[in-house]
């Protein structure tokens, strides 16, 4: 029991430790590729502490609800970053949310996210939470779609089987796999306002999206906006880690020293995505805002084609 | 016995009526009417719960009413049991609101005689065991309502959607008698008991089926049915619409049930089908309706509908893993679409509440000219909030977990044979995440327009709190919405007769699963905790907030709001809710609505503003009901000329008529 406790509180730590370093590697591996210095690795977590340090300024008519937002935000991409199998899988809440709940939990951060950008009434907020939302409404659909398929593959909506199921001979090459994981990375890169969605880089332009809705926000609140976007970064690295790469993740039977390599192998696969990511953002351009329809839905049809492959036949 | 009870709180509502007349319009009539309302309405409440609980015993009585070789029979089992609690406590909570809300009322006079009437006829629709009791209790329902809904008639767009009610309503009912014409077969067989035993031919079946979707589902508010919902919902008074929507589209739902699965014998393998199809339209459909509209009450009538249509894709599932002799898929499925009927009828009529306190409080449910009203209506914005995260179907409150159920439901369909199935269903399932992702954003318009942002108006900046009876209902249903979500295991339990008896089947018991967590079919598979979500949202969201005021600053001041420069201060540089539907609406609207959107620039040099027109076009009116009522209007028309012909010229058309008939029987086989 202490054990298992042990296991879960180290996820928490884990994630919320490596969360900001994963956010600072993708930025010094992008500022590299355009052969800028950048940032030290550590600067989020010092932007962190500064931001926490300073006071909060609320607009004149900011509400109780803009105050609770930013905990409950991050309550609540914690609370997913802590349920996905990172270094070691079946941990001892895992079965409390399975795939589904832990979509719609950060759902439900995202949705208080967006009143949050129409509290204070001015109309970047709600530029911001207009542009959030339609963005979700396609977005999560393609999501669901690809946790159907997923989930038909392996018998199961608990992340721990299916990483478990992922790894075994049983999956082998398949159709519905390859159109799931492309719709899976455009959902990814969609949900956390990454180029060509969305520029985490700028607070000028009206293109932005995700930070337009939270412009109001600062001090401790912002720091708490900042760390639950970093999280929600990692959540998707994690879970796609765990569904296409499930590869060194120690089984709750393993022997403990297998878990030092869980946690090599989790560090390594984040390594290796936040690469990829820097190389996609750095060789592709920001869309326009009313491009994005075709592109998410395109996400949403190669979703649903794998989702109808697989309703069709268990062979795809 | 228990049907005895029930019956005698049935008399009890409609001895209310005759004395609501008397007190008329006395101050005295409405506490008089709601209180005893309150009490009545919890008494059948409650014994419809135990009943429930105690599945086997079905009570019955046989009343010497109605056609006099048949009866009037009543019974209730564990489906009438059911949309008993769904429809009693549904009927509690409206008349706690409206002991505050009714006393704001300007004719109570035109209320109260016909409140007590709707909601015995409801009851008495729920418990009805023969067809010609279900239709009279039907048609007292839909008159009722409709006396309701023409409340406040010196309103034009009332009389309107009254006189668009009054029509679907009839034709609805038409077709339920149809239905049940067909269903007692030659020999007139209308107790249900005979209908039971007797099974009609496929063809015939067929037909049953069509009517009932057409008459049940015009009265859930099924598309293309759907039309006089959103007008009829809206225009009646709060707590009626909260009952309209929240639970009379529950006795269309329960109408629906009871033939189909109770009545009609073994489905067909294509019926199923046609249900999935209707229902995943329909909730789309009706988000997407939802969002484009400006009117409070309006935007919450046309999630009724894509709520419906939920609803109506779980018994379709159901349906269609019931003709394959799937039962513990169809349980699941069924489980999920009792249960979200249960939870709807909480957020809905709490969310009704909602817009009514606001609409007491600022006379207008235009959201274009709220906002603010958090910090005027801190109470009522809480619980509407509660609502608003219930209906999204976000985790942890109700609305997720029948979602989540459906979900778990549509991915045990590849084991259904049917190829037409394995295609239609997760295109179905599309539709309900798109609907799902829809609703969120629908309801972070609706709280956000409403409740946040600057106050638009004079009359929003100067809204007060609503009284302490309609919050009183309000934090009840918001209580009843988070325990329904971080406990569902129980609900689930309770359902299990009922969902026994419609499909031959159940799922597994979870109230002794460990930690009540809900697993549907076995714990690797899937497997969902509301109460540890919650716990762990209130615990690290505590957590987080406690270290950081401890360990690094706690300090807030207060400024001007920062757009990038300090913005105009006129509420009017504020976003508005048809600019917040707007890349929706661009990205949907194009197909669905025919959008389109005339910007007018003035010439250079011109001081003339700008003009941005939105045209947006109800397709299903336009190619649905326009060309009937255009047909009906030119057919009254020409008929009209036989008004005025001679004396003989209609002799010859009787002695035409007569001769016509006999030829008609002469070659009828």
């Given at each position: 029991m202490i054990r298992d406790v042990a296991f879960q509180g180290g996820q928490m730590l884990l994630v919320l430790l490596l969360s900001p370093l994963l956010t600072g590697f993708v930025r010094k591996v992008k500022a590299r590729l355009l052969r800028r210095q950048g940032p030290p690795l550590l600067q989020p977590y010092r932007d962190l502490i500064r931001l926490m340090r300073k006071d909060v300024v609320l607009a004149?008519?900011?509400?109780w609800l803009f105050r609770v937002i930013p905990y409950f935000v991050f309550a609540a991409t914690w609370i997913s970053a802590s349920l996905?199998?990172?270094?070691?899988?079946?941990?001892?809440?895992?079965?409390?949310?399975?795939l589904i709940a832990i979509i719609a939990v950060l759902g439900s951060a995202r949705f208080f996210l967006a009143l949050a950008g129409l509290d204070v009434g001015t109309s970047f907020g709600g530029i911001g939470s207009s542009r959030e939302v339609m963005i979700a409404s396609l977005a999560e659909p393609a999501m669901l779609m690809i946790v159907f398929t997923l989930a038909l593959i392996a018998g199961s909506t608990q992340l721990s089987t299916m990483s478990a199921f992922m790894n075994s001979?049983?999956?082998?090459?398949r159709v519905s796999l390859g159109l799931g994981l492309i719709a899976l990375i455009v959902v990814a890169i969609a949900e956390n306002a990454r180029?060509?969605?969305?520029?985490?880089?700028?607070?000028?332009?009206?293109?932005?999206v995700h930070e337009a809705m939270v412009l109001e926000y600062s001090g401790r609140h912002l720091a708490l906006i900042e760390l639950s976007a970093a999280l929600k970064l990692l959540v998707y690295f994690s879970l796609i880690a765990c569904l296409?790469?499930?590869?060194?993740?120690?089984?709750?039977?393993?022997?403990?020293?297998?878990l030092i390599v869980g946690v090599a192998a989790y560090m390594a696969k984040l390594a290796g995505g936040g690469v990829l990511l820097a190389v996609f953002e750095t060789a592709i351009a920001k869309m326009r805002v009313f491009r994005l329809p075709g592109f998410l839905g395109a996400a949403l049809m190669l979703a649903l084609l794998a989702a109808l492959l697989r309703f069709v036949s268990r062979s795809f | 016995m228990m049907a005895v009870y029930v019956l005698y709180g049935v008399a009890a509502l409609f001895v209310l009526a005759p004395i609501a007349i008397t007190l008329g319009?006395?101050?005295?009539g409405t506490g008089v009417v709601y209180g005893a309302g309150i009490v009545v309405t919890l008494t059948l409440g409650v014994i419809a719960l135990r009943c429930l609980f105690n599945p086997l015993q079905t009570s019955t009585v046989t009343l010497p009413l109605g056609l006099p070789w048949l009866g009037a029979h009543f019974r209730i089992d564990a489906l009438a049991a059911f949309f008993l609690v769904v429809v009693n406590f549904g009927g509690a909570a409206a008349s706690l609101f409206a002991l505050g809300y009714g006393r704001?009322?300007?004719?109570p006079q035109r209320i109260l005689p016909f409140y007590p009437v709707y909601l015995a006829a409801m009851n008495l629709v729920v418990m009805a065991d023969d067809a010609f009791s279900f239709l009279v209790s039907w048609e007292f329902m839909s008159l009722s309502s409709w006396a309701l809904v023409i409340a406040?008639?010196?309103?034009s767009d009332n009389v309107r959607a009254g006189y668009i009610y009054l029509l679907m309503a009839s034709f609805g009912t038409l077709a339920l008698l149809l239905a049940f014409g067909l269903l007692a077969g030659a020999d007139g067989n209308y107790a249900f008991d005979a209908m039971r035993a007797s099974h009609p031919s496929a063809a015939l079946a067929a037909l049953v089926l069509i009517l009932v979707l057409i008459g049940a589902g015009s009265k859930a508010g099924l598309v293309p049915l759907h039309a006089w919902l959103p007008l009829a919902h809206p225009a009646a008074p709060s707590h009626i619409s909260a009952l309209m929507s929240g639970v009379m589209t529950k006795v269309a739902v329960y109408g629906f049930i009871r033939i189909v699965?109770?009545?009609?014998g073994p489905p067909d393998w294509w019926w199923s089908m046609v249900v999935l199809a209707i229902g995943g339209i329909t909730a789309v459909m009706g988000v997407l309706y939802a969002l484009m509209q400006r009117d409070l009450k309006r935007v919450l009538a046309y999630s009724t509908i894509e709520n419906i249509g939920i609803i109506f894709v779980a018994l379709g599932l159901a349906l269609a893993f019931k003709t394959e002799g799937l039962a513990w898929a169809a349980a699941l499925a069924m489980t999920a679409g009792l249960f979200h009927v249960f939870n709807h009828s909480l957020f809905k009529s709490l969310l009704f509440f909602g817009a009514g306190s606001v609409l007491n409080a600022?006379?207008?449910?235009?959201m274009e000219q709220l906002g603010g009203l958090i910090h005027r209506m801190p109470q009522t914005a809480f619980v509407f909030l509660a609502g608003c995260v219930a209906i999204s179907a976000l985790?942890?409150?109700n609305g997720f977990v029948s979602e989540w159920l459906t979900f778990q439901a549509i991915l045990q369909s590849?084991?259904?044979?049917?190829w037409g199935l394995k295609l239609m269903v997760p295109a179905v399932g599309a539709l309900l995440a798109l609907s799902a992702a829809l609703a969120a954003a629908c309801f972070v318009r609706a709280f956000g327009f409403t409740f946040l942002?600057?106050?638009?108006?004079p009359i929003a900046s100067g809204a007060q709190e609503t009284d302490s009876n309609s919050l009183a209902a309000m934090y009840l249903l918001a209580a009843a919405c988070l325990i329904a979500g971080i406990l569902p295991g129980i609900f689930i339990d309770a359902l299990a007769p009922v969902v026994q008896s419609l499909v031959g089947g159940r799922m597994p018991v979870?109230?002794?699963v460990e930690w009540l967590s809900i697993v549907p079919i076995a714990e690797s598979r899937s497997s969902y905790n509301g109460l540890l979500v919650f716990v762990f949202m209130i615990a690290s969201g505590a957590i987080a907030a406690f270290a950081i005021h401890r360990l690094a600053s706690n300090k807030s001041r207060r400024s001007p709001a920062w757009g990038c420069g300090y913005?105009?201060?006129?509420?009017?540089?504020q976003y508005t809710a048809d600019s917040f539907a707007q890349p929706i609406r661009r990205v949907f609207g194009t197909?669905?609505?025919?959008a389109r959107e005339i910007g007018e620039m003035p010439p250079p040099g011109s001081t003339a503003p700008a003009r941005l027109t939105v045209l947006l076009r109800d397709v299903i009116w336009d190619f649905a009901y326009s060309p009937i009522a255009t047909g009906v209007t030119l057919a009254a028309d020409r008929l009209n000329?036989?008004?005025?012909?001679t004396i003989r010229s209609y002799l010859s058309l009787v002695f035409a008529a007569l001769v016509l008939l006999l030829l008609v029987l002469a070659i009828w086989p």
């Open positions: 004149d008519n900011a509400s996905v199998p990172t270094f070691r899988s079946g941990l001892l809440f895992s079965w409390s949310a399975d001979s049983e999956v082998g090459l180029i060509p969605v969305d520029n985490p880089a700028t607070h000028l332009e009206l293109t932005m296409f790469a499930p590869w060194g993740i120690s089984s709750p039977t393993a022997e403990p020293k297998l | 319009g006395s101050p005295r704001h009322e300007h004719s406040h008639h010196r309103v699965f109770d009545l009609l600022t006379g207008t449910r235009d985790p942890p409150l590849p084991q259904l044979p049917s942002g600057r106050p638009r108006t979870q109230t002794g913005p105009d201060p006129s509420v009017a540089t197909v669905v609505f025919r000329y036989l008004q005025f012909l």
